[in-house]
């Protein structure tokens, strides 16, 4: 069973384009939670998915940062307009119902 | 709304010997989850241990053990016999039992095994 998967594990973009962060969850999973880590800090929560439905965006910022889950197909967070201040790592998890999340390796953004 | 926090930004231990990495939590919720990660260079979030609050014995996985004080909101990781391999950052992590909820993190402690 293959874990939960990111894509690209790096990214570098310039300031002002767009970046496209894909997470597909562990097979047999239907939450995805994605999470963000400045330097030299803890995981900080954005957003929580399930199929086709966004359950929680308490932490993702409002302007620029959107994400999705299709029924077919990874989740993608995707942030417009990138800024420095988005330089961070990515992280996705996964989880069955009402149970642990596993996590993917991350996507490191750096931008430009 | 639940906080996490960890004391000890950095620690260091000889290698085959023992140390605690500390983290208290301050929630008003009965039923939770607590949680130890693992963040070596490679940055992967490993899963290290896990606590369920209504649970009063205290988690082990072989050299990992955890103290777990609910009333004190207390939930120290000790690593023993400390081998070169498990120098990497540490998060403690805490999740309501609540269906699916968002884990919060501490702001980890980096933990240096010294030959």
């Known amino acids: 069973n293959a874990g939960v998967m990111q894509n690209p594990r790096h990214l570098v973009r310039r300031r002002g384009q767009e970046a496209r962060l894909r997470c597909s969850p562990m097979k047999g999973h239907s939450h995805v939670y994605w999470y963000r880590q400045l330097p030299e800090e803890g995981l900080k929560f954005m957003v929580y998915l399930q199929k086709e439905n966004i359950i929680d965006e308490s932490g993702m910022p409002k302007e620029r940062f959107s994400a999705e889950f299709p029924k077919e197909g990874p989740s993608i967070l995707r942030i417009q307009q990138v800024v420095r201040g988005d330089s961070a790592a990515y992280f996705c998890a996964s989880s069955p119902r009402f149970s642990e999340q596993f996590f993917g390796p991350g996507t490191r953004l750096t931008v430009l | 709304a639940q906080t996490v926090t960890q004391s000890q930004p950095e620690m260091s231990v000889q290698e085959a010997e023992t140390v605690t990495l500390s983290c208290t939590y301050d929630?008003?919720?009965?039923?939770?989850?607590l949680f130890w990660y693992k963040q070596p260079p490679s940055r992967q979030m490993i899963l290290v241990i896990r606590?369920?609050?209504?649970?009063?014995q205290n988690a082990t996985e072989n050299r990992f053990s955890v103290n777990f004080q609910k009333a004190a909101k207390s939930f120290s990781l000790k690593i023993s016999d400390s081998q070169l391999g498990d120098t990497a950052m540490y998060f403690c992590?805490?999740?309501?039992?609540?269906?699916?909820?968002?884990?919060?993190f501490g702001k980890g402690t980096r933990l240096s095994v010294i030959a």
């Open positions: 929630t008003s919720e009965n039923n939770y989850y």
């Open positions: 992590a805490f999740m309501l039992d609540s269906g699916n909820t968002p884990l919060v």
């Open positions: 606590q369920e609050a209504y649970k009063q």
